[in-house]
């Protein structure tokens, strides 16, 4: 994957996030990400676990929708 094939990134502590979530092993996430007054939401997003982090990666092919702050 090349990196203009990724918007970003948001990474959690694994043991936290296991205790909120649950282990992230097969499970799809949806985010909402919200930057100059407009939401992005990435949907169907797979968590990697690396380092005791879980980091997901948001890319445009998970990008579902846009809304922009009225």
């Known amino acids: 994957m090349r990196l203009s094939d990724i918007d970003g990134q948001i990474a959690y502590d694994l043991d936290e996030f296991c ?23 990435y949907a169907d997003v797979v968590g990697t676990v690396r380092d005791g982090k879980v980091i997901f990666e948001l890319s445009r092919d998970d990008l579902v929708g846009m809304r922009k702050a009225h």
């Open 19 to 41: 205790k909120d979530h649950g282990h992230p092993l097969g499970k799809l996430f949806t985010f909402e990400v919200t930057s100059d007054a407009v939401t992005y939401v």
